[in-house]
């Protein structure tokens, strides 16, 4: 009995110690990085609208990775993507998808096969083999044709599932994974091996969305929330395109995970700034930084300012309580939220949105919801224009979450700041309005009160999740 209970306490007191050093442990070189800011050229916004007709059918207007797909075809020195949902996988949906893992899987093997000196690199996320547990044909097929792809390795970042990854890398880490069919891909088609699941609820991910692709004597880049992955076909979404030397940095911020994760060594040409003085600034932050960078924003606005927010998730308590701080301070905020009823097929609870909505209205703060059938309003963005004519607008990659802003997550975001009369932030502003307003006779989302849910239960159940990290969000 002593035996048994020293035993107990000495595997207790290591998975505290593994527990608490994965939680606070040094990030990898060049992770969380706040870059300067640079006056950026070629400077676009760009966005997927997903709508259902009078007559209930629906409509999807792609301009992302129409975009990312031209880039491709125009590159014949340099293609970098860092990509995080790479699959056919679909869940249990119905209904056409377009096959977009396929499309890009076939342009960039041609690009190859037209110019055989085109080095590309392909970074993503384990998930897209369910972390080892199924093949993924076109990131075989990829590597096929002489392009480097590159899996994220995971376990160098920190995690963010206080209560269970300490006891996923004591008991489940060092053995591994393989090919299994014990259990079915959560994903979609096929199965898998425990050892899949175990890693899964591990919750950590690359979660980064990014292209980097030489056009002639320069180089264009889009940040994005959007992924190549034919289950995501059809959602809402929104990116930007830019070149100049912001792009140089976004690289910089890429050759930290090949630095982590691969032994590719990768160099970027030197480049020279090629925007106006006149023109917005492009600035990259990345997992942390971007916290920082939105809280400094909230931290500015104020009476006579606007502020118009997006978002899939919401739920990073200081975000919220900026928010709502801003607005007692008089500034006009209008957020639009998924539902988070929807993922892939299945039915979702509403969790974490609806309870922040409920939180946010409370405060006064006026919400919609996207409206979604079976897709999601996946955009992650949020505009701000000042009275004294000056704008900022920041989106990408990262869920405004604990597990997205607090260095778990890998992200990227572009924070953008100019006049509020350039065309890029008349052109997010013109997105907004259009989601929320409704126009073009196109019910892109409906009001607070359809999914409003006020459930104490659940506001616990969320404050709790996003707490320990026990959630997808």
Known sequence: M???????????????????????????????????????????????????????????????????????????????????????????????NRKLSRELTEVLISQKQKHPELMVIFITDPVNTVYGGMKNDNLDLLEKHGIKVVFTHLERLRDSNILYSPFWRFFSAPFGNGKGSLLSNPFGQGRVSVRSYLRLLNFKANHRKIIIADDGDRYKA????????????????????????????????????????????AEFPEMHSTGREDSPTVQIVTEGAIKKTLLKEFEQAGPGDRMSLVMFYLSDRDVIQALIAAYDRGTEIQVLLDPNKDAFGRVKNGIPNRQVAAELVEAGISVRWGNTHGEQLHSKMMLVNHQDGTSFFILGSANFTRRNLGDFNLDTDTAIRGRSSDQVFGNAGDYFSLLWNNADQKKFSVSYHQYEDHSRIRIVLYRWMEAIGMCTF
């Open 2 to 96: 002593i035996v048994f209970f020293l035993f107990f306490l000495v595997v207790s007191g290591l998975l505290v110690v593994v527990g608490v050093y994965n939680t606070i442990k040094e990030l990898p070189v060049g992770i969380s990085h706040e870059g300067k800011e640079y006056y950026a050229s070629d400077l676009r916004f760009l966005r997927d609208l997903t709508w259902i007709d009078e007559n209930g059918t629906r409509h999807i207007d792609h301009e992302i990775f129409d975009t990312i797909l031209s880039m491709v075809k125009g590159a014949e020195h340099f293609v970098l993507l860092d990509l995080f949902l790479f699959n056919d996988f679909v869940g249990s949906q119905n209904g056409e």
């Open 222 to 265: 889009v940040v994005t929330s959007a992924n190549p992955h034919d289950g995501s076909s059809s959602h809402g979404n929104v990116a930007v395109q830019f070149s100049g030397m912001a792009v140089h940095d976004l690289f910089e911020t890429e050759k930290a995970v090949l630095l982590f994760s691969s032994n590719i060594k």
